[in-house]
């Protein structure tokens, strides 16, 4: 009989976005850099796209996220809108603070 648990061998990909409740502004890019730098310490794969984050790993770890979905109320996203979120996330990790 084997000791491995059922999830043990099962494979997951997730995707996540944040919300920008109780923020003074609208914008999450910082946080989202906050959660790159989480993610890179994490052990997971992940990729970064203009409206939101891909994980992949062991079913266990990557259930360990919260995955949310969110959208922009205080204004329309005109074409680009995504490649233009990903490109501020990728600025603010550049810049390292």
Same mark, same amino acid.
């Given at each position: ?5 059922? &999830? ?13 409740? $109780?923020?003074? =502004? ?5 946080? #989202? ?7 890179? !310490?994490?052990?997971? %794969?992940? +990729?970064?796209? $203009?409206?939101? *984050? &891909?994980? %992949?790993?062991?079913?266990?770890? /990557?259930m360990e996220?919260?995955?949310? #979905?969110? *959208? +922009? =109320?205080? +204004?329309? #996203?005109?074409?680009g $809108? &995504?490649?233009?979120?990903?490109? +501020? /996330? %990728?600025?603010?990790?550049? &810049? !390292?603070?």
């Amino acid at each position: 009989m084997s000791s491995q648990k059922p &999830n043990d061998s099962l494979y997951a990909v997730a995707d996540f976005c944040l919300i920008p409740m $109780g923020l003074p =502004t609208p914008s999450v890019g910082p946080q #989202i850099a906050e959660c790159q730098r989480i993610l890179e !310490k994490s052990g997971l %794969e992940y +990729r970064l796209h $203009g409206y939101g *984050t &891909n994980v %992949e790993g062991p079913w266990d770890k /990557v259930m360990e996220t919260d995955v949310r #979905i969110g *959208t +922009r =109320t205080d +204004r329309v #996203i005109a074409g680009g $809108g &995504n490649d233009k979120k990903k490109q +501020r /996330v %990728e600025e603010i990790l550049a &810049n !390292k603070d």
